[in-house]
């Protein structure tokens, strides 16, 4: 028995969690994480009242204490800034990743330590063991359709230590059972999406609303300008609509395949297109973190969420690592994070710094 407490987002996986804590015999508190207030009106849905108002309904039908800890000054300073930095930088950053590392077993996670409770769990589908030694490892989440480990690769040893994530050992279906089987108010709320936490506002919404526009050409290979943009930031390697430009051949759009900071030039080409550079098998990974010790030789990699984990060799090259995949990869994308996998379990994570061939 210890004193848990869950992260409460108003979402049905998060409901479960903290009632199944309670059920095991935990001593539960639900916290809502106030990180993001639409306060600059930037066009879209922010429904974080609606959301702490579930998150509250859920607390009182369990019979459990409810608090809103307001995190808005820390989440426009790990994420936010980190977020319109990437951009201005010319890479994309990847908030949902960081937010775990630095919000929900960061400062939310300091916040519950410093209060007196043992661990924080939330409603991640991600699976935690614990080994014999005493440390924690993470293992991908019950449900392959649902597996949210990618999103926990740069967690420390220290917070996966202190995360509980029940229902990760459930299959989506078995939540919404579980759900029912509780009646919690949320068993039938739809599931969230949008950027961490910043509700259901678009990327490039809120992009446009903290990145000056910077135009410039959309150029094919060979140089031909197509059209013109509004700025680098708001397009993302391997990206086939929204850039408006008409491609001649039937049934074949352009893709993104190359930003070009210094003149501003957005790359585009066909899919099948030699030369384009859309796919690349080696890559150096930066800013690494491991969960249970530096790991080198022949590992399994998934370079974005929801991508096939994809066998790698990986040599250490001074503070960085040269990943090279077996299979050519499409679009892979500096700032992005490559998960590292032995199997299923997850041991890690880095960032994309340079692409090679
Ligand atoms: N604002 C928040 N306050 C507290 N905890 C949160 C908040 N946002 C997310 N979490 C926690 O992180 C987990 C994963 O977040 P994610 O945004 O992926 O939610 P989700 O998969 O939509 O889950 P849910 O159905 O619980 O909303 C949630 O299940 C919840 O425990």
Same mark, same amino acid.
């Given at each position: 028995?210890?004193?848990?407490?869950?992260?409460?987002?108003?979402?049905?996986?998060?409901?479960?969690?903290?009632?199944?804590?309670?059920?095991?015999?935990?001593?539960? =508190? $639900?916290?809502?994480? &106030?990180?993001?207030?639409? *306060? @600059?009106?930037?066009?879209?849905?922010? !429904?974080?009242?609606?959301?702490?108002?579930?998150?509250?309904?859920?607390?009182?039908?369990?019979?459990?204490?409810?608090?809103?800890?307001?995190?808005?000054?820390?989440?426009?300073?790990?994420?936010?800034?980190?977020?319109?930095?990437?951009?201005?930088?010319?890479?994309?950053?990847?908030?949902?990743?960081?937010?775990?590392?630095?919000?929900?077993?960061?400062?939310?996670?300091?916040?519950?330590?410093?209060?007196?409770?043992?661990?924080?769990?939330?409603?991640?589908?991600?699976?935690?063991?614990?080994?014999?030694?005493?440390?924690?490892?993470?293992?991908?989440?019950?449900?392959?359709?649902?597996?949210?480990?990618?999103?926990?690769?740069?967690?420390?040893?220290?917070?996966?230590?202190?995360?509980?994530?029940? =229902? $990760?050992?459930?299959? &989506?279906?078995?939540?919404? *059972? @579980?759900?029912?089987?509780?009646?919690? !108010?949320?068993?039938?709320?739809?599931?969230?999406?949008?950027?961490?936490?910043?509700?259901?506002?678009?990327?490039?919404?809120?992009?446009?609303?903290?990145?000056?526009?910077?135009?410039?050409?959309?150029?094919?290979?060979?140089?031909?300008?197509?059209?013109?943009?509004?700025?680098?930031?708001?397009?993302?390697?391997?990206?086939?609509?929204?850039?408006?430009?008409?491609?001649?051949?039937?049934?074949?759009?352009?893709?993104?395949?190359?930003?070009?900071?210094?003149?501003?030039?957005?790359?585009?080409?066909?899919?099948?297109?030699?030369?384009?550079?859309?796919?690349?098998?080696?890559?150096?990974?930066?800013?690494?973190?491991?969960?249970?010790?530096?790991?080198?030789?022949?590992?399994?990699?998934?370079?974005?969420?929801?991508?096939?984990?994809?066998?790698?060799?990986?040599?250490?090259?001074?503070?960085?690592?040269?990943?090279?995949?077996?299979?050519?990869?499409?679009?892979?994308?500096?700032?992005?994070?490559?998960?590292?996998?032995?199997?299923?379990?997850?041991?890690?994570?880095?960032?994309?710094?340079?692409?090679?061939?």
């Amino acid at each position: 028995m210890a004193r848990i407490m869950v992260g409460l987002s108003g979402g049905v996986d998060s409901s479960v969690a903290a009632a199944l804590l309670q059920e095991q015999g935990h001593e539960v =508190v $639900g916290g809502y994480m &106030k990180n993001w207030i639409n *306060d @600059e009106g930037i066009a879209g849905d922010c !429904p974080w009242e609606q959301d702490v108002e579930d998150a509250h309904a859920v607390a009182k039908h369990l019979g459990i204490e409810f608090r809103v800890i307001d995190l808005v000054d820390h989440y426009r300073e790990r994420i936010v800034d980190y977020l319109l930095a990437g951009y201005r930088d010319g890479i994309t950053p990847n908030p949902d990743v960081f937010c775990n590392r630095e919000m929900k077993f960061g400062v939310f996670l300091d916040y519950a330590l410093s209060q007196g409770f043992e661990a924080v769990g939330t409603g991640h589908y991600a699976r935690r063991r614990e080994l014999a030694d005493g440390s924690a490892v993470i293992l991908r989440g019950a449900d392959p359709n649902k597996d949210q480990s990618y999103f926990l690769a740069m967690m420390k040893p220290e917070q996966i230590q202190r995360a509980r994530f029940p =229902v $990760g050992e459930l299959l &989506k279906t078995q939540v919404r *059972d @579980e759900a029912r089987r509780f009646g919690l !108010p949320t068993a039938e709320k739809k599931d969230s999406q949008g950027i961490c936490f910043i509700g259901n506002i678009k990327m490039n919404d809120f992009l446009t609303h903290y990145v000056k526009d910077d135009p410039g050409e959309i150029v094919d290979l060979e140089g031909r300008v197509l059209g013109t943009h509004r700025g680098l930031h708001l397009f993302t390697l391997g990206q086939r609509k929204g850039h408006g430009v008409a491609s001649p051949r039937d049934g074949m759009a352009y893709v993104v395949v190359r930003k070009e900071p210094e003149s501003k030039r957005l790359v585009v080409a066909y899919e099948d297109q030699e030369g384009s550079g859309l796919y690349s098998s080696t890559c150096l990974v930066g800013s690494l973190s491991w969960m249970n010790g530096a790991r080198h030789g022949v590992l399994d990699a998934q370079p974005r969420y929801r991508a096939k984990s994809e066998r790698v060799t990986v040599v250490a090259e001074g503070d960085r690592l040269r990943v090279n995949f077996q299979r050519p990869q499409r679009a892979l994308t500096p700032g992005q994070v490559c998960a590292f996998y032995d199997g299923g379990q997850l041991l890690g994570g880095g960032v994309f710094e340079v692409i090679e061939a």
